[in-house]
């Protein structure tokens, strides 16, 4: 009795070393919501954060419980979801962002984690978003619905190669929907539990760490430039259109600052 009791309060000690946090439903589209957020009236999450877009066509489809967005500019378009109305989330214990997808044979699109700066009032300076990862390094599309994960830790260094900063998330950003005219059904969007600060090797989570390193420049960490391993990966024609668009990405994305 006396050892359980030990081992229990053992156990309840270490857990509490870290913060470990259940799944959080973002949507499940099941409804359509709007509020008022920086002053204008937007559609919001069940968590209160807005959501947007630019060089795409997007609603709500409670019928088909998704948000269906078609890809108008593929050279430079995204589309955001906050994950509360002050877009300043803290994903510490949380291990990894789902959802469903429906996306046609061929098309493309990638996701980034923004920014706020540690007074959550304004966005990180250039640079500061997380790699860029491409859907290519998780789910093949092929016009059924997959299930798509994002391990948070993936996502764990910026695109300077400097520690993306979990605690002050700006948006949740999917960008480079492609090609023009593709249509996205993105469905239940959840936030798996996790523990600890993502990336960080607290996980518990086993998906997490990028096997192979990037070229030269990260500095520290062992999974700085998962985007270009990820563009290895793929073709080098796919590989080149990536890098092309990408500095149109960051400066587009740029304009959400505001938001
Ligand atoms: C697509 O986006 C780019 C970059 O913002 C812009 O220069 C171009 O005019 C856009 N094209 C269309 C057709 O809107």
Same mark, same amino acid.
């Given at each position: ?84 109305? @002050?877009?300043?989330?803290?994903? %510490?214990?949380?291990? &990894? ?5 429906? !996306?046609?044979? $061929? +098309? #493309? ?86 523990? @600890?600060?993502?990336?960080?090797? %607290?996980?518990?989570? &086993? ?5 192979? !390193?990037?070229? $030269? +420049? #990260? ?41």
């Amino acid at each position: 009795m006396i050892a359980a009791a030990a081992a229990a309060l053992f156990l309840a000690a270490s857990a509490a070393a870290q913060v470990c946090k259940k799944d959080l439903l973002v949507d499940d589209f099941g409804t359509s919501q709007q509020a008022v957020v920086d002053s204008a009236t937007r559609f919001v999450n069940k968590l209160g954060g807005d959501y947007g877009g630019v060089g795409v066509e997007w609603n709500i489809d409670t019928t088909k419980k998704a948000v269906v967005i078609v890809s108008q500019n593929a050279s430079s378009n995204f589309w955001f979801s906050k994950f509360d109305a @002050g877009a300043c989330f803290d994903l %510490t214990g949380y291990s &990894s962002i789902d959802f469903d997808l429906l !996306a046609p044979t $061929g +098309s #493309s699109m990638s996701f980034t984690l923004t920014q706020k700066l540690a007074d959550c009032s304004q966005r990180a300076p250039d640079g500061s978003d997380s790699v860029y990862l491409p859907l290519s390094k998780y789910v093949t599309p092929d016009g059924t619905k997959k299930h798509v994960s994002l391990p948070l830790a993936d996502f764990a260094k910026n695109i300077n190669g400097a520690n993306y900063d979990f605690i002050h998330l700006k948006d949740w950003t999917p960008v480079s929907f492609a090609p023009s005219g593709a249509t996205f059904e993105i469905s239940n969007i959840v936030l798996k539990g996790g523990c @600890g600060v993502p990336g960080t090797g %607290t996980n518990t989570g &086993s998906s997490s760490s990028p096997t192979s !390193a990037a070229s $030269g +420049s #990260s500095p520290t960490g062992t999974t700085g430039g998962s985007g270009s391993t990820a563009g290895a990966q793929k073709g080098s024609a796919e590989s080149f259109s990536f890098s092309a668009v990408f500095a149109s990405l960051a400066a587009g994305i740029a304009s959400l600052a505001f938001f």
